[in-house]
């Protein structure tokens, strides 16, 4: 009997603790890795790991520790405000380091996670690796401009997620690659943005996982590539 396993990469958030939890007490994994910055202890099917992916060595051991096969990925890590950074609103505002700052954690850290992941998932069934991207990362959805760092790195992690999804499709074909948007969750990263958002668009963090969680259970390899709202209608480019 097959005993699938559950990579969840930057559990250490809101919605990734709702993940594993909801993970965890499916039913469907016989372990479930929570990797973070500060990881809890191991507990039950659920086993604590150190990832910073800001720091590929960081992101290779955490691999290498796992080790194949592996039936789901999903990283969740990002950025949209931290101290001393808020998104931006106009040109005026844009900052290199603050730049290169949400690209190390939107774009460039999940790129390397795919890098060091995907060679894990199993070959001989249904695998999924997927990244938690943003509406706001959709180039042909952007009518307000603005948000420039947070914007361009997550369209940026979409094209990553494209390129992904045709390498790992030669040696898996089973395998299903694709971006995940989560809707608004209420946690730190979008508190201060919930102003005007209607309540029943306003998501707890267990709430969002379930939903994310039933998209993946419900996407097949004609999901490849692209990039799937929290409803689980695509969304373009």
Not at 90 to 107: P, V
Request: charged fraction near 20%; hydrophobic fraction near 45%; glycine fraction near 12%.
């Amino acid at each position: 009997m097959v005993e699938a396993v559950a990579v969840v990469i930057g559990a250490g958030g809101g919605i990734g603790v709702a993940l594993i939890q909801a993970l965890a007490s499916s039913g469907r994994y016989a372990r479930v890795h929570a990797l973070s910055r500060d990881p809890g202890e191991d507990d039950g099917e659920v086993f604590g790991g150190v990832i910073d992916v800001t720091d590929e060595a960081s992101i290779r051991h955490a691999a290498g520790r796992i080790g194949p096969p592996v039936d789901l990925v999903v990283i969740a890590t990002g950025i949209l405000h931290e101290d001393g950074i808020m998104p931006e609103k106009a040109l005026g505002e844009l900052d290199g380091g603050t730049l290169a700052r949400i690209f190390q954690l939107n774009t460039i850290g999940p790129a390397l996670a795919f890098k060091h992941f995907a060679p894990l998932l199993a070959s001989d069934r249904r695998t999924v690796i997927t990244a938690l991207s943003a509406r706001v990362g959709s180039i042909s959805d952007n009518r307000t401009g603005g948000w420039y760092g947070y914007r361009a790195s997550k369209a940026a992690l979409n094209m990553i997620v494209k390129s992904a999804a045709i390498e790992i499709a030669r040696s898996r074909p089973l395998a299903l690659c694709f971006a995940l948007h989560p809707g608004t969750v209420d946690t730190g990263l979008s508190q201060p943005f919930q102003r005007g958002v209607p309540p029943d668009r306003l998501f707890s963090p267990d709430r969002a996982a379930r939903q994310l969680l039933d998209v993946i259970a419900g996407l097949d390899s004609r999901s490849n590539g692209r990039i799937f709202g929290w409803d689980g209608r695509e969304i373009d480019p």
